[in-house]
């Protein structure tokens, strides 16, 4: 019961973002999106020299990996949190305070999981593929973009390069997982790259796409094995 709970949650939270983000015009989310950017490329740039320290470290040293990818991306979906109360964005309250809370669920429940010993080659490519554009976020920065991108793309400010990094890491995460933030993820991620290649001329916006997509058939087949898997249990011990 209480898992079904926390699901129809996450659908009338997902409904909500869905109606909140067509409140504005295209052009008043393009205005505001650029402003927050040049606004926070200081601390933009702060958060691109943590994010390889982090991904250094996490690669490098075993026991402490576990805790810097959980805990750092947490820190993104806070710091998104904390700058859309600043500038009373509804939508990204609510979709990086979600993340927040499922984050710090799944870490503290042991359902973050980033042992990189075995990962799968199709894990590994697109999670690789997140980090990468979601540190070089070629879009919401000044020209030239392909460097401006690389120093300071607003990660851990606004949405989509936000979005594309967690859900990078997210990719490269093993059992045992949370279906729940993988599911809020991933939709969330794939939403938002439709609506910023449609709605904002954010092209970029298909690396989101492609990320996401893959975390949902991901998401799908370990569902769709553990209903398997339930089934066979039940009826094993009804014939025992």
Not at 40 to 62: E, N, P, R
Not at 80 to 99: E, H
Not at 175 to 189: D, F, H, Q
Not at 193 to 203: D, P, Q, S, T, V
Request: hydrophobic share 55%; glycine share 6%.
């Amino acid at each position: 019961m209480k898992n079904r709970i926390k699901w129809i949650v996450l659908g009338v939270l997902l409904l909500a973002i869905f109606v909140l983000t067509f409140m504005k015009t295209p052009e008043a989310i393009t205005s505001m999106l650029e402003n927050i950017s040049k606004e926070v490329k200081s601390y933009s740039a702060f958060v691109h020299i943590l994010f390889l320290v982090v991904i250094g470290l996490g690669v490098l040293v075993k026991k402490i990996r576990n805790s810097l990818f959980s805990l750092f991306i947490a820190f993104l979906s806070l710091s998104a949190t904390i700058i859309s109360v600043k500038y009373v964005i509804a939508p990204n309250i609510i979709i990086f305070g979600m993340f927040f809370v499922l984050i710090i669920h799944a870490y503290l429940t042991k359902n973050l999981n980033f042992d990189l010993k075995n990962i799968a080659p199709a894990n590994l490519f697109f999670g690789i593929l997140g980090l990468v554009f979601g540190f070089w976020y070629l879009h919401w920065v000044e020209s030239p973009v392909w460097l401006n991108a690389f120093l300071y793309s607003p990660l851990g400010a606004v949405n989509c390069p936000t979005m594309v990094t967690i859900c990078g890491f997210l990719c490269l995460s093993q059992k045992p997982r949370s279906a729940i933030l993988e599911a809020a993820v991933a939709l969330m991620t794939l939403y938002f790259g439709f609506f910023g290649i449609f709605r904002l001329g954010a092209y970029v916006g298909v690396a989101l796409i492609i990320c996401a997509l893959f975390l949902i058939v991901r998401l799908g087949s370990y569902l769709t094995y553990e209903h398997t898997l339930g089934e066979r249990k039940e009826g094993t011990e009804a014939k025992l």
